[in-house]
């Protein structure tokens, strides 16, 4: 089970590793899109009456679609930020 305040332990034990890394802000922007995005599919596809009379219409389709693609790009960022460092610690 993944444990959410690790990152923010890494985050303090090394900030100029992740706050130097470009994929770092892609990240944060892709979780920021896919929290936005999560509100939008249950505005628009969770609280629809006709959900549960007919089947999900296209727009509902490609707010899923979309969604994996974005949570899996901020987790392929994710991984890639222990890869792509060139500052591990300021002064160096």
């Known amino acids: 089970m993944p444990y959410p305040e690790l990152g923010t332990l890494l985050l303090i034990a090394y900030p ?9 802000y892609i990240k944060l922007c892709l979780i920021a899109f896919a ?3 999560t509100r939008w599919i249950r505005d628009q596809v969770l609280r629809n009456p006709a959900v ?3 089947p999900v219409l296209g727009k509902g ?6 969604s994996l693609a974005v949570w ?6 994710g991984r890639l930020l222990a890869y792509t460092y ?3 610690m300021s002064g160096e």
């Not at 389709?61 to 979309?66: E, F, M, W």
């Not at 899996?72 to 960022?77: E, L, W």
């Open 86 to 88: 060139t500052h591990l």
């Open 52 to 54: 549960d009379v007919k």
């Open 16 to 24: 100029t590793k992740a706050l130097t890394n470009p994929l770092f």
């Open 61 to 66: 389709r490609v707010l899923a679609g979309t």
């Open 72 to 77: 899996a790009g901020a987790v392929t960022a």
């Open 35 to 37: 929290l936005t995005q």
